[in-house]
Structure formats: structure tokens, C-alpha cells
């Protein structure tokens, strides 16, 4: 009897081992749940007071607290205009942010509007979560003729629209002025002035710079594999690559247009021009010669590190530039409580005179803000002409980085694959052929 | 006898029950709900092929059928879990063995070394792995700054097919052996000295009087150790997803983070809740074979 009561208790406290993994998510949904449940029940006196129905809106962003203070300014702004609407901002940390939304979205608990990134839109939006918000469009008041359509692409879908971007920044490259001329190079500016700013010139100068014995490396493109689609997209594009074919039923990468991209990638670092994988080194740290970065990223430098530093258009491969851009959108959940509510509370803070407003922290999508004096002009540096040159009169012709519903898995297989590839166990043709082979069953 | 029991004393009996029964509630309570619950449900799932968006639907047996068959990832995480306690469990054990036979002496200031060696313990382990990640960096880690010092070319710990997952395996037992270690010095203190008098009388050498007397002695802390570590070993996840998020490639793809890509990733709910609960057959047969053996490897004192 005795043994079998022991046996018996260690079934039991297996089952608690193995079950730990899955409590959290859940209870962080109970947790998120209660706390929507709380705000519904407790509006404040005031808002009681009002003839109209008290309405809770709330909104998840994963940006930094100042960005959260701001949204807050507007929050309180448009109380005082709406005095029955109150907004409430919660911040869900980047890395978990896709997951975490999903999962409120399957429990109903979502947040009403929310901000969401070019990755994550395919999933919501074909799966109907979505609401669409076609009729700003109609609305002459907010003026939806002056976002650049560029940026509109990644919310469309069978001529519905699904959302409005606040950030899509162009990618651009950051490069250290002191090493460039230490060794006695021209700048990537100068090179795009004689129109001879490709990436074999970018190779030659990694390749310059690089002293891995002092730590020094030319340039950084990526930290990991799994970061690929942030910045080896570029260069792929660059040389005539693709990642899917244009209605995203095929995968395109199998082609030797990708297999050159990834070899010159590759050889950076088997020549020790790029910080090997896995190595946090960033551009701030003054030991890189040039990294590919957002452009958004000249507040994280200006004014912040002790070495000379520019930006520069992104070079030419052999099929010329495609320039991508990083994305940030507002949406709204078909599920929200108040639709009408969150679709005019998005109207307003992406209207002209606020997406000037959150323009202190993102690159604008409106051209009469994109092009407007207070905002050119806002910082000193980089200059006017470096910032329109790099990033702003290449943002009309900017590309959204490719997305699929299956986005998760198929950057898994990619990331699979290229590890192999870094790693040098598979060829990369080979590796190109087995990423084909395991993702387009994920495109059907 | 059992008629004629007093009235009373069963009052009292059936009183001091629901006593007990409403002093363990809370935890009775919570271990239900928040726990026995879930996995009841889980089990029920990993019937199901929920992915989170589309709708349940009952499947019967094709997940695991699916794991076992047809996921070439499947056995990869399987080895890999197997390969991570095969190096784990054997370092862990002897080293921490080790360490509490030269800190079991009373000597001025072992306190200090005892307390330096469990520290680990009580690090958090997101921490300790972020810290071990700088220290085995390729370009910049201290590890293989030491090599080019020395004139070695460097190796690339957390990148590579052949390094990194006994790069990981040592981290971990560094993370754990101060626990181990504090286990074994209670065993070795409760081993009576007169045996140690004895066998010193008889001459024995000190690999005999370890053979022949400490090693018996202590099997029960051995065999305890090896089940937690055994146990703890095969739902490794925490420095696997800090150190190297599974790569390069699959090298160390664990099966409690496969269970995790493939729920919270990929929101395979059904799919990753069959992969758990082969994990718990698993590590259940083997917790019963080792619970079977023990009578052979247990010395227990008359």
C-alpha cells in the first residue's frame, strides 16, 4: 500500500514539474482580464457625470516610456474634448508582444487599439481580427490623401484597409567618420556623391577597417540568424532576390540572386569584417565601421557617443537599391467594446497635427509633416540634406518587408537553414533548395 | 472493541478531520485549480489540433502519432535532451560529490568557501546565463581572450555544432552543483565517525575507507540527487533560451523548448501539449525504473 502511495505521489508531483511551463500565459491572461473587468466597472466620478455612456478605451504599445508619456498627453488632450472617453496606454515588451496579442485576441481580451508591426499583420488580418477602417478615407476632415501610399500597402487587403502607420522608418547606413578616416578612406557619403556607393565598395572599406585583434569590425548586419529579416532582406533585394513571389504563394529564395547575397554576407565573416554571430558589439561603442540601422536610430547616437558619426544612403547591388522600411501601424480589434470610439480615437491621434506630434519619436508617413520645416529642421544633425538624401526622398519608394500568416514558422526554416549555411555544414545552393522544400508546403 | 467506542472520541475524531482537511484547503485548493485543472486539460488537448486561430478539432492519436513518426525535430530534441543529461547528470554528481568531501573539514573560513560554491544557486538563472554568454563570446568573451592569450585560436562556444552544447552543460552544472554539494556534506556529516576509526585501525587506504564505507553510507543522498537531477535535467529550458535559443540550428533544440516554440511560437497548442505530455511518460518510466533499482543501489542502515 505504502509503495503505491509513493508511486503514486511522484505521478502527482511529475504532473506539477511539466506543467510549470504552461501556467504563465494563462494566468497573465486572468490577470489582464481582471484588470480590463476592473476599469469597465470603476470609470471615473466625472466621466459618471456625463450625459453620454462612459467609455474605456484601451491601448498597447511596446515603446519606451517617454513615447508612453505622450500618448498619455493625447489620452488626456482628447478627454477634454470627449470627456465620456478615457484612455488608458499599457506597454507589452517588444519580444513578447506578437504572442502576447494573440493570445488576449483568442481570449477576447485584447486591447482595443493597438500598435502592431508589418510581421504581425497578416496573422490578425486574415484571421478577421481586424476591423476595417476603410471610411477615414471619407473623412476630408482628416486628410488621408497625405499619408504616402507606400506606406499604406502592408494594412491593405481586397481593397479594404485594415490600419494607419505612425512609424516607417527607411533603412539606412550609420558609419563612423573617425575610422573612415583613419584609414585614409572615403565615407559611404562621398562614394554616393561619385555615384560608386555599391556594396563591393562597402566590402573593400569592411574590410579596412577590420581589426579583429583590437576588436575592430567594418560592419554589422545582423547579431543572429534569426535576425536576418531585418537586415539581410536589404541586401538580398539589393541583389535581385526575393523572399516570396508577388502573391506570396511560392517562396522566391531558392535562386542565385539569394545565394550571392548570403555568400557575400557570408564572406564578411569568415574574413572577420563582420563581428562574429552571436557577438552584441553596436555601433555606439565606436568599434564598428558601418551598421545597417533604422534611421530612427539617430536618436540613440546623436549627442551620445564620443566619436564623429553620419548616415548614408544604403549602396547598390547589383540590381540597384529597394529600400526597405521598418513598420508601425495603429489598428483595431473587431472585438473591441467600442469600435466607433477606438476608430475616432485613431483618427485623432494620427490626424496632422498629432502624427506631427509623435513625429518627435518616428519617422511621419504624412508628407505635409514628412516635409514640414519644424520637422526637418528639428535636429541640427544629421543635416537636412543627409537626412533627405539617406532616408526621406527614398521613402516613397520604399518596400514593407514581406509577411506571410505563417510568418513564425517560415523565419524558423530560415533561420534553420542559415545557421547551416554559417555554420558551413550545407552549401548554401543546398540549404537554399531545403528552405524551399520546407516552406512553400507553409504558403498553401 | 468497535461498538463499544465512546461517543465522544468520535466527535472529536470527525471534528480534528475537518480540522485537517481545512488546514491543507488552500493549498489543495490552489494545486486543483491551478494546476491538476490545467493538466487535465492540456491531456485533453494534445487530443485536439488547437492552434490558437482556427477551431478545435478532436484528432485522436495524430499528434503523437505525428511526433513520433513524422517530426524530424521530434527525435532531434529527444537526443538532444538525452545528450544534455548524459553530460549533465554525471558532472553534476561527481563534481559536487568532490566538493563536499574537501569542504566537509572543519577548518577556520570554510564557511566562506561553502557559501562561494552555493551561491550559484540562488542566482537567477536568466541572469547567470546572460553572464556565462558574455563570458564564452565568440570575439569579445573572456573564455577565448585566455586562448589568444596562450596563442589558441578561438572557438566559437556558443556557435558551433560540436561546443555549444557542452558549453551549456557546464554552465548548468556550475548553476547546480552548490545545491548537490549542500545535500551530500548533511549525508557526510551523519556518517559515524567510529566507522572511520575502525577502518583507519584495519589499515585502509582512503579510496577503501571511500569505497567501503562513505560511498555506502551516503547512497540514499546519492540516489535522492541523481532522481532530481535526472528529473531536473530533462526539463531544461532557462539556459537553453538565454544562451542559445536552440542553435546554431537544432544542436540544442531541448524538448521543453521545442514544447515552447511550438505553443507560444508557433501557437501549436494541441501539437505541443501531446510533445509535453510524452515528455511526462518519459521522464515517469524512468523515475519508476530508477524507483525499481533502488533496493539494489541503496544501502539503508539496519
Redesign the interface.
Known sequence: MKKYGLVLLSVVLLLGLLSACGGNGKNNNGAAKANKENANNTPSAEVAAESKEPVELEMSVWGSDAQVALYDELAEEYNKLHPNVTVKTTVIPWADYQQKLAIMAATKTSPDIVWISERMIPQFMNGGQLLDISSVKEDAAYAFDDIIPSTLTAFEKDGKLYGIPFSTPPQVVFYNKNLFEANGLKSPMQLYEEGNWTYDEMVKASEAISKPQEGVYGVKFIQNSSNWSDNLIPLIWAMGGEIFNEDTTQFAMNTPETAKAINLFKGLLDKKAHPSIGEQLTFDTGKLGMAFENVTRTSAYRDKVDFEWDIAPLPEGDHGVKMPIGFGGYSIFKDAEYPEEALEYLKFISNKENAAKVAEFFVPQRESVLYSDEYLNKFPFPTVETMKVAAYDRLAKGTIRPSHPNWVKIDEQVTLNLDAILLGSTTTEQALKNMEDSINPLLK | MAGGKPAGLATLKSKEMWMGYLFILPIVAG?LI???G??VY?FVMSFTNWS??GNKAYIGLDNYIYAMRDDPVFWDTVVNTVYFSAGLVPLNIVLSLLLAMLLKRKIWGIGLFRTAIFTPVVVSLVVWGIVW??IF????GLVNLLI?TFGGTEI?W????TWTMPTVIVVSALKGVGMNMVIFLAALHDVPKDYYEASKIDGASRWETFKSITLPMITPAVFMVTIITV?GSL?V?GQIYVMT?G????STYVM?FY???Q?????EFGYASAL?FI??SI??VL??IQ?KLRKRWVHYEQ
Do not use: M, N
Not at chain 2, 542553435?247 to 537544432?250: D, K, L
Not at chain 2, 505553443?263 to 501557437?267: D, L, M, N, Q, V
Open positions: 494545486y491551478f494546476l491538476f490545467p493538466i492540456a490558437l486561430f554568454k558574455f563570446s565568440t570575439d569579445g589568444r566559437p556558443l556557435f558551433s555544432e528529473i526539463k529550458f535559443g542553435g546554431p540550428g537544432t521543453v514544447i515552447f516554440k505553443a507560444f511560437r508557433s501557437y509535453a515528455l511526462f521522464i515517469l523515475t519508476l524507483w
